[in-house]
């Protein structure tokens, strides 16, 4: 086999590598990784939304509380200021009397807000603990694509080494510059650095070449080192 022979060889192995990295980088489970990530993202923004507000209702649920905890206490004090028997006056006990029922009615004021912000909590609660469910699901089925992703990742790159190993014995009867020119080649002319002459059409580019060309393609003469271009691509040519 000649160099040039082996230099095709080593472009097929190359293809092939390229393959396997193309098909690693877009295996379909990390596409459905990307769409299950992309709702959790969104359920999470929503979750931090609604819990914010369920934090705003609990902080006034406590002021609330805090307030009608006072009230209450008021209302204690004033209660034993009412019934202890040092005051006896008729006005002040009224006065104590009346003080009395209107933290009364400020208490059940303030309850009835209370139970308003309660009744308001227990639907943002209910949303809370469905996008938990819904998050919990979502991680699942990640943690299952992150592990046939790994799978397939493990046959690919296995895959890849021997590629690898076999495109290593492949250049060991290429010339360094010849390996060196289709690798600058390669790089320039998407993947393909060296291509079959197929009668008169490249394979590289899928062109086809005068008959002049192939003549002198075909018979050694277009370089002082043997080595042909194509005219249109200028790829290396193996006639």
Request: no cysteine.
């Given at each position: 086999?000649?160099?040039?022979?082996?230099?095709?060889?080593?472009?097929?192995?190359?293809?092939?590598?390229?393959?396997?990295?193309?098909r690693r980088a877009h295996l379909p489970e990390r596409t459905e990784l990307d769409a299950v990530q992309s709702a959790l993202a969104a359920l999470d923004k929503k979750a931090a939304e609604v819990q914010a507000e369920r934090d705003?209702?609990?902080?006034?649920?406590?002021?609330?509380?805090?307030?009608?905890?006072?009230?209450?206490?008021?209302?204690?004090?004033?209660?034993?200021?009412?019934?202890?028997?040092?005051?006896n006056a008729p006005k002040e006990l009224t006065?104590?009397?009346?003080?009395?029922?209107?933290?009364?009615?400020?208490?059940r004021q303030l309850e009835d807000q209370e139970l308003e912000l309660m009744e308001q909590a227990e639907p943002l609660d209910n949303e809370l603990a469905s996008m938990s469910s819904q998050r919990d699901v979502l991680d699942q089925q990640a943690t299952g694509l992150l592990a046939r992703i790994a799978e397939q990742e493990v046959v690919i790159d296995g895959e890849l080494a021997d590629v690898t190993s076999k495109r290593d014995g492949a250049t060991a009867d290429i010339p360094?510059?010849?390996?060196?020119?289709?690798?600058?080649?390669?790089?320039g002319l998407g993947g393909i650095g060296v291509a079959r002459l197929n009668g008169n059409r490249c394979e590289g580019c899928h062109l086809?070449?005068?008959?002049?060309?192939?003549?002198?393609?075909?018979?050694?003469?277009?370089e002082a080192d043997g080595v042909a271009h194509c005219t249109e691509c200028n790829r290396i040519l193996v006639p």
């Open positions: 086999m000649t160099a040039l022979e082996h230099l095709l060889e080593v472009q097929a192995l190359d293809t092939a590598a390229d393959q396997l990295r193309h705003e209702l609990a902080r006034n649920e406590k002021r609330l509380e805090d307030e009608i905890a006072l009230v209450r206490d008021k209302a204690a004090q004033t209660d034993k200021t009412l019934y202890s028997g040092t005051i006065a104590l009397q009346e003080e009395i029922d209107a933290l009364a009615r400020r208490q360094s510059e010849l390996l060196t020119e289709y690798e600058q080649l390669r790089g086809t070449l005068s008959a002049v060309d192939v003549d002198q393609i075909r018979h050694g003469r277009t």
